[in-house]
């Protein structure tokens, strides 16, 4: 987890709590990944690996991330953390912040 403690409350609120930091961790994983120019190698078919990013291996593992994104996984954790947004308005913000999600 990425905070120090869980947050005071019932079992509900802690729950909450580890959905929102799944969600922040996918965004924060797209962005590392923009940010070191692995978002540039993905349009190919084909597998390359990948040395810039220790938590995905090859190419297939960063779109297995971007699929997350648009079949609403990501989306939904955002909601199990109390976030009111729907998937379409995140694709539209991740595209508007230049996430290479389209």
Same mark, same amino acid.
């Given at each position: 987890m990425i905070s120090t403690q869980l947050t005071k409350g019932n079992y509900d609120d802690k729950l909450q709590q580890l959905?929102?930091?799944v969600a922040i961790q996918a965004i *924060?994983? !797209?962005r590392? !990944? *923009?940010r070191r120019g692995i978002m540039k190698i993905i349009t190919g078919s084909e597998h390359k690996m990948i040395n810039d990013a220790w938590e995905y291996k090859n190419t !297939?593992?960063?779109k297995r991330l971007l699929r997350d994104f648009k079949n609403g996984t990501v989306g939904w954790w955002c909601r199990a953390a109390g976030v009111n947004i729907d998937n379409k308005t995140l !694709?539209?913000?991740m595209t508007e912040e230049n996430?290479?999600?389209?």
């Open positions: 959905a929102g930091e *924060r994983d !797209l590392m !990944l *923009r !297939l593992e960063v !694709l539209r913000r996430y290479a999600i389209s």
